[in-house]
């Protein structure tokens, strides 16, 4: 259990010493007054490479999360069930 601890907060000091901090950041270009803060409906492009928002990269991404997530829940019921059907 010790042991477990000290991994995560290892794991959690080499992660906040290596992401940038907030001070790195780049100021946000401005916004003219004729701009909206949310875009119009249809008023974007289409995805041209597959990281794009929309792409197939992050069709897959999403069909791999349910397929993980709808697995695991299959599998502990599967599991769950097993395990009353033996203890009775």
């Known amino acids: 259990m ?3 601890l000290v991994i995560v907060v ?3 000091w080499v ?7 907030f001070g790195d950041a780049q100021d946000a ?7 909206d803060i949310i875009p119009r409906p249809n008023s974007g492009h289409e995805p ?9 990269l992050q069709l897959v991404v999403l069909g791999a ?14 599991q769950s069930r097993r395990a009353r059907s033996a203890s009775t």
């Open 2 to 4: 010790v042991r477990r």
């Open 10 to 12: 290892v794991l959690v």
């Open 15 to 21: 992660a906040s010493t290596l992401s940038p901090s």
């Open 29 to 35: 270009p401005p916004v003219s007054a004729d701009a």
């Open 48 to 56: 041209t490479d597959n990281g794009d928002r929309g792409g197939t």
């Open 65 to 78: 999360l349910v397929v993980g997530v709808g697995g695991a829940a299959s599998h502990l019921l599967r």
